[in-house]
């Protein structure tokens, strides 16, 4: 089969530099799972790398002209190539509660949503790599203080220690897109739960970002929070002030407030 052609619709961009994909296969460190799960592998420039390590290589496209090409020149995925939408896929048919990692070149339109994914499935995935446009990465990994500290950085932070590894030019794909692109690790922390209500702290951080130049006085009136707690210095402080363990700390004190 001819090369795949990258699809605008899809956000496909491969690929084309043999030494970015194997740098980004070798981020993973292989412990703690005996399954990767490489999203959107297109004509698998990086999935070749993933085949040579000892681990068991799944990938999931939606783009069903590379799913034949993966299946015309990978023989190894043999019954390892699941064509479906990863946002939409129940990802337990395959991996029936068992850890694994994800790995991917994301497409730009929906990386944020990819982590979001991801984040739901925290419980069995160790290890996620992979590269998003430079923005989005560094969102990821931002700390505290700054514009680009946000919902994203929060939400990951929280269960994963976040390092962005490199970024990557333009030109090293077909096409090329507008934007430089970043390749982060996530780890899951040891201890990962937290010691707050999940959905609570969710929805604190997500109304918090909503209005994030207000003060948490005013961003989080929606919760109904009592005056006296209101008064709470903390509520002087605008969402990019406070790091993870400040907002877990804050969803504990609306917890203790009843709502």
């Given at each position: 089969m001819e090369k795949v052609k990258a699809k605008k619709h899809l956000g496909q961009h491969f690929l084309k530099d043999e030494s970015?994909?194997?740098?980004?296969?070798?981020?993973?460190n292989l412990e703690g799972y005996n399954d990767v799960l490489e999203i959107g592998p297109g004509m698998g420039v990086l999935t070749k790398y993933l085949l040579e390590k000892p681990i068991n290589t799944y990938v999931i496209e939606i783009d069903t002209e590379s799913v034949t090409y993966l299946d015309e020149n990978y023989p190894k995925l043999k019954d390892k190539i699941i064509s479906k939408d990863f946002l939409k896929y129940n990802i337990n048919e395959v991996f029936e509660g068992k850890q694994f990692a994800i790995?991917?070149?994301?497409?730009?339109?929906?990386?944020?949503?990819?982590?979001?994914?991801?984040?739901?499935?925290?419980?069995?995935?160790?290890?996620?790599?992979?590269?998003?446009?430079?923005?989005?990465?560094?969102?990821?990994?931002?700390?505290?203080g700054t514009k680009a500290y946000g919902i994203l950085s929060v939400l990951v932070q929280a269960f994963y220690d976040a390092e962005y590894l490199?970024?990557?030019?333009?030109?090293?794909?077909?096409?090329?897109?507008?934007?430089k692109s970043g390749v982060l690790r996530l780890r899951r922390k040891e201890n990962y739960s937290l010691p707050c209500g999940e959905k609570l702290f969710f929805t604190v951080v997500k109304t918090a970002f909503q209005q994030r130049r207000k003060t948490l006085r005013n961003s989080l009136k929606t919760l109904n929070l009592s005056d006296i707690l209101r008064e709470d210095e903390v509520f002087?402080?605008?969402?990019?002030?406070?790091?993870?363990?400040?907002?877990?700390?804050?969803?504990?004190?609306?917890?203790?407030?009843?709502?």
């Open positions: 970015i994909a194997k740098a980004i296969a070798d981020t993973l790995i991917g070149n994301f497409p730009y339109n929906i990386s944020t949503q990819i982590v979001f994914k991801a984040l739901e499935y925290r419980d069995q995935i160790p290890e996620f790599a992979g590269m998003f446009q430079k923005e989005v990465a560094e969102r990821i990994c931002e700390k505290k490199f970024t990557v030019d333009e030109h090293v794909f077909i096409p090329p897109p507008k934007v002087n402080l605008r969402p990019e002030q406070l790091n993870v363990e400040q907002f877990i700390e804050l969803t504990k004190k609306i917890e203790a407030d009843g709502v």
